[in-house]
T-cell receptor, first 115, second 111 residues
Framework: DAGVIQSPRHEVTEMGQEVTLRCKPISGHNSLFWYRQTMMRGLELLIY????????DSGMPEDRFSAKMPNASFSTLKIQPSEPRDSAVYFC?????????????FGNGTRLTVT | GQQLNQSPQSMFIQEGEDVSMNCTSSSIFNTWLWYKQEPGEGPVLLIALYKAGELTSNGRLTAQFGITRKDSFLNISASIPSDVGIYFC???????????FGTGTSLTVIP
């Protein structure tokens, strides 16, 4: 049974470049979450979707960040233009969404380095 | 956003010892989740708690949902080297659907 799949695992890019992170949630899950993890700030919720609709994007740091979920099996997080302070590990998670307490299942993350 | 405080921040223990850690919040939570994260991987769910006072075990792990609904506890009995990792508490506060994560407890087990 495949878990949450993220790609790429690692991304190194130069400041100013566009970065696109991809996520395939667990089949049948209807909620999808994007988190960012850094040493200083821990795990921060950026945005979450329910049934492909963005519900809360208040954690998205700036207009440079955007997320889409065109269908139930795919989501992207885009940073344009990227900056060195965006360097972090970005996690995607999904849940069955039966209620607010439905556990999250995480992918293995994308480690982003912006030079 | 919501702040969940975990303590201790880090622990260094001998193999075979028991471990206790806790998580506190300023808001009431309806659900408490405990995750473990190993290097290079995403957090993995260990235990989910849904009711105040609930005590749930998963092997050597036991977690409790505090009766005030503002805290939770995780215990690991007879620690082994593979218990090494960072343990996070998480949950949605009573007022929303967002999942907030604690600051983490880093566990090192010395063989």
């Amino acid at each position: 049974d495949a878990g949450v799949i993220q790609s790429p695992r690692h991304e190194v890019t130069e400041m100013g470049q566009e970065v696109t992170l991809r996520c395939k949630p667990i089949s049948g899950h209807n909620s999808l979450f994007w988190y960012r993890q850094t040493m200083m700030r821990g795990l921060e919720l950026l945005i979450y979707f329910n049934n492909n609709v963005p519900i809360d994007d208040s954690g998205m740091p700036e207009d440079r960040f955007s997320a889409k979920m065109p269908n139930a099996s795919f989501s992207t997080l885009k940073i344009q233009p990227s900056e060195p302070r965006d360097s972090a590990v970005y996690f995607c998670a999904s849940s069955a969404g039966r209620g607010p307490g439905s556990p999250l299942h995480f992918g293995n993350g994308t480690r982003l380095t912006v030079t | 956003g919501q702040q969940l405080n975990q303590s201790p921040q880090s622990m260094f223990i001998q193999e075979g010892e028991d471990v206790s850690m806790n998580c506190t919040s300023s808001s009431i939570f309806n659900t408490w989740l405990w995750y473990k994260q190993e290097p290079g991987e995403g957090p993995v769910l260990l235990i989910a708690l849904y009711k105040a006072g609930e005590l749930t075990s998963n092997g050597r792990l036991t977690a409790q949902f505090g009766i005030t609904r503002k805290d939770s506890f995780l215990n690991i009995s007879a620690s082994i080297p593979s218990d090494v990792g960072i343990y996070f508490c998480a949950g949605p506060p009573n007022t929303g659907n967002q999942f907030y994560f604690g600051t983490g407890t880093s566990l090192t087990v010395i063989p």
